[in-house]
């Protein structure tokens, strides 16, 4: 009996280190990067089939820019912030700061 495994993966393609500051963080770990999707046999990727659109990535941050410099629509999957109080870091869609149960506000706590 044979099994043959196959589909399509994305690939992150790093197209070059740039040397300009983040307009969020002010890092200058900024890069330009595209994702692009690959046939793959037993998940070793063999040829191109879509070629995706650069995008600038900011290792710091994780802000993710498109190369007109608007914000895309998948940025900061991971969003987090900080309270104020308590300093703990956590997910954005908390109302409460799940540390010192402060409620979370603008004036409470503020996005990183």
Sequence with gaps: MFFFIAGIQPRTVVLESLHQSCPVCG????KLKRVD????VFFIPLLRVKKGNPFLYC????LIVDEKG???EFEHPDKQQKCRYCRKTFASDFLYCP?????VGQTDC???
């Design 59 to 62: 290792q710091h941050c994780n």
């Design 27 to 30: 890092n200058v770990s900024v």
């Design 70 to 72: 608007k914000e895309t």
């Design 110 to 112: 503020k996005t990183e």
């Design 99 to 103: 540390y010192c149960g402060k409620p």
């Design 37 to 40: 999707h690959y046939i793959a």
